[in-house]
């Protein structure tokens, strides 16, 4: 199973939206609607931000917003802040002998 | 508070061995299945094992099948990861990682550096 694709890097201004793409297979993304992201900080855990293509855990900003067409998932950071300056990685289910199979990830900078 | 707590990283030597623990708490432990996922330095994240909830499932990325075995003790709420045969390239953070049980993964533990060298 390969890793899904990513751009090694976006960024914006505060107060600007950016737009991280994930790019799978009918294998894994295309197949499910379920494609989790998460952002990390540097030297920290993982931490959930969307789950289920487009469903935000409690607590996480309304900012965050997901979404997929095909093969491809996006998420969506609206209203950039500082800390949102990280890495975020997509993940998508892809069955159940690999269950699930991550990003490249994507370094997100606040301008 | 969902809380995920790993040890037994280390530095050992190519060929060697490591035994990887997560004690868990603040859920129903017994219900969850559970994850390892790995971080090797500067990249990305990669997932390693499952393990259903009740241990008699497992399932493992094929660059780790045959020599890790993961294991969960549910009276003690902890999994384990059993690492053998170690390689350099398995040099990398590993994280215990709760199944959100909708077909993804929610709660993560801060992770235990693994480092293969000699």
């Known amino acids: 199973q390969s890793a899904l694709t990513q751009p090694r890097s976006v960024s914006g201004s505060p107060g600007q939206s950016v737009t991280i793409s994930c790019t799978g297979a009918?294998?894994?993304?295309?197949?499910?609607?379920?494609v989790s992201w998460f952002q990390q900080h540097p030297g920290k855990a993982p931490k959930l931000m969307i789950y289920?293509?487009?469903k935000r855990p409690s607590g996480v900003p309304d900012r965050f917003s997901g979404s997929k067409s095909g093969n491809t998932a996006s998420l969506t950071i609206s209203g950039l802040q500082a800390e949102d300056e990280a890495d975020y990685y997509c993940c998508s289910y892809a069955g159940n002998s690999t269950p699930f199979v991550f990003g490249t990830g994507t370094k997100v900078t606040v301008l | 508070e969902v809380q995920l707590v790993e040890s037994g990283g280390g530095l050992v030597q190519p060929g060697g061995s490591l035994r990887l623990s997560c004690a868990a708490s603040?859920?129903?432990?017994?219900?969850?299945?559970m994850h390892w996922v790995r971080q090797a330095p500067g990249e990305g994240l990669v997932w390693v094992s499952r393990?259903?909830?009740?241990?008699?499932?497992?399932t493992y990325a094929d660059s780790v099948k045959g020599r890790f075995t993961v294991s969960r003790d549910n009276a003690k709420n902890t999994v384990h990861l059993q690492l053998n045969s170690l390689r350099v390239e398995d040099t990398a953070v590993y994280y215990c990682?709760?199944?959100?049980?909708?077909?993804?993964?929610?709660?993560w533990g801060q992770g235990t550096l693994v480092t293969v060298s000699s």
């Open positions: 393990i259903n909830h009740d241990a008699t499932y497992t």
């Open positions: 603040g859920f129903s432990f017994s219900d969850y299945p």
């Open positions: 009918s294998s894994d993304v295309g197949g499910y609607n379920f």
């Open positions: 990682v709760r199944d959100s049980r909708k077909n993804g993964v929610d709660y």
């Open positions: 289920g293509v487009s």
